[in-house]
Each structure stands twice: as structure tokens, then as C-alpha cells.
């Protein structure tokens, strides 16, 4: 198994950290990512089903599963 990609190391780095404010997070995104959100989204949201990404951040990967099923059970 591969290790992780520097983007989807910084990805996870960018969710371990704490926003003030709206709009905080999505111009992270864009400045330090160079992504528009939609795209960091997507990329996140597949991050969390790879094992990769799990063995690598496990408390961020988890409270990010656990707030996407909880997301997925409202509907």
C-alpha cells in the first residue's frame, strides 16, 4: 500500500483545523489548497472511504465518517 499524496496530506490537515467565521474555511481552500471547494469536497468524501488515509489521520478520518453518516441518516 502506497502512502498518501502531499495534497491528501494537506487535505487532512486542513480538516484538522478550526474556522472563524463564515467563509473561513472555503477561502483556505482556495488559497492554500488552490481548489474550489466543490472540488476539495469531493476529494475529501473519497479520501474517507480510502484505508490510506485512515491508517494515516485515524481520529480525523473517523470524526469525519461519523459526521457523514450522521449527514447520510437525516435524509
Do not use: C, H, W
Not at 492554500?32 to 480510502?50: S, T
Request: cysteine-free.
Amino acid at each position: 500500500m502506497t502512502e498518501l499524496g502531499r495534497r491528501e496530506q494537506d487535505i487532512l490537515a486542513l480538516e484538522r483545523r478550526g474556522f472563524s467565521g463564515p467563509g473561513a474555511k472555503e477561502r483556505a481552500i482556495r488559497e492554500q489548497l488552490g481548489l474550489a471547494p466543490v472540488r476539495y469536497y469531493q476529494l475529501l468524501n473519497a479520501l474517507l472511504d480510502d484505508p490510506r488515509a485512515l491508517a494515516y489521520d485515524p481520529v480525523t478520518v473517523n470524526r469525519l465518517r461519523r459526521i457523514r453518516e450522521g449527514k447520510r441518516a437525516e435524509r
